[in-house]
Structures are given as C-alpha cells and as structure tokens.
C-alpha cells in the first residue's frame, strides 16, 4: 500500500527527496570525472589535445550538473543550495559568524 502512496506522490518531489536525488547524481558524475582524469593520466605528454578534451569534457559536465541542479532547486523554490553548493547566502554568513565567535573564545 506504501509502494502507491509514493508513485502518486511522484510529481511532487519533497525538497529531501530532491536533495537525495542531487546527491545521487553529483557521486555519479564524480565517479565518471574521476574515470575521464584516469584516462587522461594514461595519455601521457604524448596526445596533448585528447587530454584537453578529457579535460573540457569533465568541467562541461560538472558545469552542467550545478546548473541543472541549482535550476531545478529554484524551481521548486528550495533555498539550501548555497549551503551544497557552497556559494553566496545562508552557507557564508554561517561561517563568518562562527569564524568571530572563535576569535572571542581564544
């Protein structure tokens, strides 16, 4: 009965489960990055321009991933993506407020 309510659910992602399915998605293309830099390795000094390829072909798709990612968060209207992401917002006003509470303690 479980395995229905979630299919009806399906349309409506929850922000936890999106947050899943991103993380998901990043260890996938971090384990096929870290196979495109191991063939990289193997071209040597030899075949400079197949491991520039290698090379635009693993930023264009970590490039692609964060912003697929971060338009769909919008979308949806979810707000910690600069806390994954680690840019601008939440994520850094965090870290300048705990970076002044350690300086008072010492």
């Known amino acids: 009965a479980k395995m229905g309510g979630v299919v009806a659910k399906a349309p409506r992602e929850s922000a936890h489960d ?11 293309v ?8 191991r063939q990289r390795m193997k071209k040597g000094k030899i075949n400079k321009d197949a491991k ?4 635009k072909r693993i930023t ?10 971060e338009a769909e968060q919008e979308a949806v209207g979810v707000e910690k993506a600069s806390k994954i992401f ?10 300048g407020d705990a970076k002044g509470s350690d300086e008072d303690s010492m």
């Open 52 to 55: 520039k390829a290698l090379t």
């Open 86 to 95: 680690g840019g601008e917002g939440a994520a850094s006003d965090e870290e």
């Open 18 to 28: 999106l947050f899943k399915r991103h993380a998901a998605e990043r260890k996938k």
């Open 30 to 37: 971090k384990n096929e990055v870290a196979e495109l830099k």
């Open 60 to 69: 264009d798709m970590e490039e692609e991933l964060r912003k697929r990612q």
